[in-house]
T-cell receptor
Framework: EPEVTQTPSHQVTQMGQEVILRCVPISNHLYFYWYRQILGQKVEFLVSFYNNEISEKSEIFDDQFSVERPDGSNFTLKIRSTKLEDSAMYFC??????????????FGDGTRLSIL | GQNIDQPTEMTATEGAIVQINCTYQTSGFNGLFWYQQHAGEAPTFLSYNVLDGLEEKGRFSSFLSRSKGYSYLLLKELQMKDSASYLCAVMANTGFQKLVFGTGTRLLVSP
């Protein structure tokens, strides 16, 4: 079964540094998402992406964050000038193989980001 | 605003049946999803309701009442591997179908 893949599985970064989290969505999906989950808390929506542009973003997704689809397969989340409170598990998800976003979103295994 | 409520924790015995409830108040509604999440792992899709009624998928069933803002996930013939968190998520009709998650219900299955 096709999967969403994320790299790296764990990223440790000094506060103030930039970090890029990478995702390869399921190949025929058209809608891509980033969520985060701070340890012990609920999964929170960050951003959705369709047709090479952001379609919706949450209040968490401020100017520190950006997303990009640099080629036909990768979908990246960049966090500039990381803060301690950015430490969390970041999940990429995708859906919409028939152009319909009203489908289950499939999640990758996540990247655990630790800011020191 | 968006509000999704689930019990924090439940316990059950192997072989039993357990029902996990979820109530929601969201600004729009385009479906309710149940995910399973083992500690430190990704949410895995279990079940999806758009219309009122019961959806059955093997040992798992999910029910929806849109008028009551209520859903439940029913797990039958519980196995030890079912010990996990169960996340209720609403696809709110606020744009491109983001999922709004509840805090999850931690289920512990004992022998």
């Amino acid at each position: 079964e096709p999967e969403v893949t994320q790299t790296p599985s764990h990223q440790v970064t000094q506060m103030g540094q930039e970090v890029i989290l990478r995702c390869v969505p399921i190949s025929n999906h058209l809608y891509f998402y980033w969520y985060r989950q701070i340890l012990g808390q609920k999964v929170e929506f960050l951003v959705s992406f369709y047709n090479n542009e952001i379609s919706e973003k949450s209040e968490i997704f401020d100017d520190q964050f950006s997303v990009e689809r640099p080629d036909g397969s990768n979908f990246t989340l960049k966090i500039r000038s990381t803060k301690l409170e950015d430490s969390a598990m970041y999940f990429c998800a995708s859906n919409g193989d028939d152009g319909n976003s009203n489908q289950p979103q499939h999640f990758g295994d996540g990247t655990r980001l630790s800011i020191l | 605003g968006q509000n999704i409520d689930q019990p924090t924790e439940m316990t059950a015995t192997e072989g039993a049946i357990v029902q996990i409830n979820c109530t929601y108040q969201t600004s729009g509604f385009n479906g309710l999803f149940w995910y399973q999440q083992h500690a430190g792992e990704a949410p895995t899709f279990l079940s999806y309701n758009v219309l009122d009624g019961l959806e059955e998928k093997g040992r798992f069933s999910s029910f929806l009442s849109r008028s009551k803002g209520y859903s439940y996930l029913l797990l039958k013939e519980l196995q030890m591997k079912d010990s996990a968190s169960y996340l209720c998520a609403v696809m709110a009709n606020t744009g491109f179908q983001k999922l709004v998650f509840g805090t999850g219900t931690r289920l512990l299955v004992s022998p």
